[in-house]
């Protein structure tokens, strides 16, 4: 049972290069999630999305851009990478948007 | 807008001795109020939510409405809970949750 997968684990980018970061849940949930874990600031929501076809900004969606490309995947895309988005990067899924979330096990990207 | 504050960014405590992890929230509708934890190299899973009143590897935590505290104790902590742990409201139909900034818990021998 694979729960939540990423896509890559790590990944190292120059300033200005773009990327996707991939995941995809197999637990038929509606619900999934785009965080950031720095140090001495918790996680912070990029965007999520409530239902297949529907996505929405979190708290922090500047230079970001996602994809709900069908009810299993959820993609994070860094159109142009900068050094402030050096963090590790958790997608979740929740069966609704009122139930615990799934965490993938994290992306960490470092923009030199 | 609703908030999660951590007021302790590190805890220790020597194994065997009570832990207490501290959470306040702020928020104006009824919550539902979980705690994370991510041990080492693991990823982020679910401890326990307020709803289920449940005890989670000898964790329990209760919602206090009056203080808006949601703290997470254990009576004799194990080396083995040494983790971050984060505190997170889910907003009653917004979606989404709150997380507050974590703890980590070092559980000394």
């Known amino acids: 049972n694979a729960g939540v997968t990423q896509t890559p684990k790590f990944q190292v980018l120059k300033t200005g290069q773009s990327m996707t970061l991939q995941c995809a849940q197999d637990?038929?949930?509606?619900?999934m999630y785009w965080y950031r874990q720095d140090p001495g600031m918790g996680l912070r929501l990029i965007y999520y999305s409530a239902s297949e076809g529907t996505t929405d900004k979190g708290e922090v969606p500047n230079g970001y851009n996602v994809s709900r490309l069908n009810k299993r995947e959820f993609s994070l895309r860094l159109e142009s990478a900068a050094p402030s988005q050096t963090s590790v990067y958790f997608c979740?899924?929740?069966?609704?948007?009122?139930?615990?979330?799934?965490f993938g096990q994290g992306t960490r990207l470092t923009v030199v | 807008a609703q908030r999660v504050t951590q007021p302790e960014k590190l805890l220790s405590v020597f194994k065997g001795a009570p832990v207490e992890l501290k959470c306040n929230y702020s928020y104006s509708g009824s919550p539902e109020l979980f705690w994370y934890v991510q041990y080492s190299r693991q990823r982020l899973q679910l401890l326990l939510r307020h709803i289920s009143r449940e005890s989670i590897k000898g964790f329990t935590a209760d919602l206090n409405k009056g203080e808006t505290s949601f703290h997470l104790k254990k009576p004799f902590a194990q080396e083995e809970d040494s983790a971050m742990y984060y505190c997170?409201?889910?907003?009653?139909?917004?979606?989404?949750?709150?997380f507050g900034d974590g703890t980590t818990l070092t559980v000394k021998p």
């Open positions: 979740a899924s929740s069966l609704r948007d009122n139930t615990e979330a799934f």
């Open positions: 997170a409201l889910l907003k009653s139909g917004a979606g989404k949750s709150t």
């Open positions: 637990m038929n949930h509606n619900s």
